[in-house]
């Protein structure tokens, strides 16, 4: 099956945007997404049906972030793509790829994390229900994830802000909303987000674990403990 899936096509994206902020050569944007295709794709661009309209619409998509970057966002330097971190909370590994990191060259001299979205929510965040189990099926994961990555990072940098790339948001008028200080929601997100993993590592050591239900099992879809668990095996009916 050569058509590509819906997964795909995010790591299409992601992968233009690494080989573009990557390149040295002055290579052209067109050259790069055939290049970033034959990566995720592991075969030359032939497309048809919806590869058509999927990589058109990748090529697009990074073309509208470029634009962004240079005119919203310059003066920057682009320090990592793809970074994979490893931090570590009372022993419990922390682990994660951030789509990008910027310096920014202002009198600021803050550290961007990015991380590239292609969903169309953009609702206000709001820290306290990210944490609420009730509201499971709901929850801000896009915010939380992008949190997270800047709790990894703040041993490592001094001034850390998130941004999510919202290429639907970039697309229809070329604005995102203001990236979020990490430092004036530490205070607030820390705490909640150290008693998650508190509770994560105690429920690691309690045999039954792998025996119980997922509240809600979307949050399970990407868990390596999968094969392992109830939850797999009561979706799979």
Do not use: W
Request: negative net charge; hydrophobic residues 30%; contains cysteine.
């Amino acid at each position: 099956d050569e058509t590509m899936q819906d997964g795909t096509f995010g790591s299409l994206l992601h992968r233009i945007m690494e080989l573009h902020y990557n390149d040295t050569k002055n290579t052209k944007l067109d050259d790069i997404c055939l290049q970033a295709y034959r990566d995720i794709c592991h075969h030359s661009y032939d497309a048809h049906g919806y590869d058509i309209i999927a990589f058109e619409s990748a090529k697009t998509m990074a073309r509208n972030i470029i634009r962004y970057d240079e005119t919203q966002r310059a003066p920057f330097t682009v320090a990592a793509n793809e970074h994979k971190f490893n931090s570590t909370y009372k022993g419990l590994t922390l682990y994660g790829i951030i789509d990008r990191i910027d310096n920014d060259k202002s009198e600021t001299g803050s550290t961007l994390v990015i991380d590239y979205k292609t969903s169309g929510s953009n609702e206000e965040y709001d820290i306290m229900r990210m944490f609420d189990s009730a509201e499971s099926k709901t929850i801000d994961l896009e915010t939380m994830q992008i949190l997270f990555y800047c709790y990894a990072l703040k041993d490592k940098h001094k001034h850390l802000k998130a941004q999510l790339y919202k290429v639907y948001s970039i697309a229809k008028d070329n604005t995102l909303k203001p990236a979020i200080d990490y430092s004036e929601i530490a205070s607030e997100f820390e705490p909640l987000l150290e008693q998650t993993l508190d509770r994560l590592i105690e429920s690691l050591h309690n045999p039954s674990m792998f025996r119980q239900h997922a509240a809600n099992p979307d949050n399970c879809k990407y868990c390596p403990f999968g094969n392992l668990c109830a939850t797999k095996k009561v979706t799979e009916k």
